[in-house]
């Protein structure tokens, strides 16, 4: 099985912890036994969505990989910006599973 890593971010919060949430989710996902797809961290502002524009980014990054990937774990390491996660994810065609916390996992 493969997830697709979804980052979301809110732009007072600080790259340190975008930066922890992507190696903890790797981390968390693969010692599951679960392989894995992330977007570039270079793709946006820390690797994460926040804005609409990051939004449709991912959601076209989604469309290349599609049929990669089972499902999407959505990762709120930190208060996010919904309007980006909508438009990243309303058109997925896959199952989404919501992770809130300061690290996810």
Known sequence: ??????????????????????????????DAGYDYIMMDKDATRYGAVETRDEGRAYAKWLKFHEGEYDGVILCMPIFIDENGAIAALENAGAPILMLFGNRCV
């Open 1 to 30: 099985m493969k997830f697709a890593l979804y980052f979301g971010n809110r732009g007072f919060m600080p790259a340190e912890l975008i930066e922890g949430a992507r190696a903890d989710m790797v981390k968390a996902v693969t």
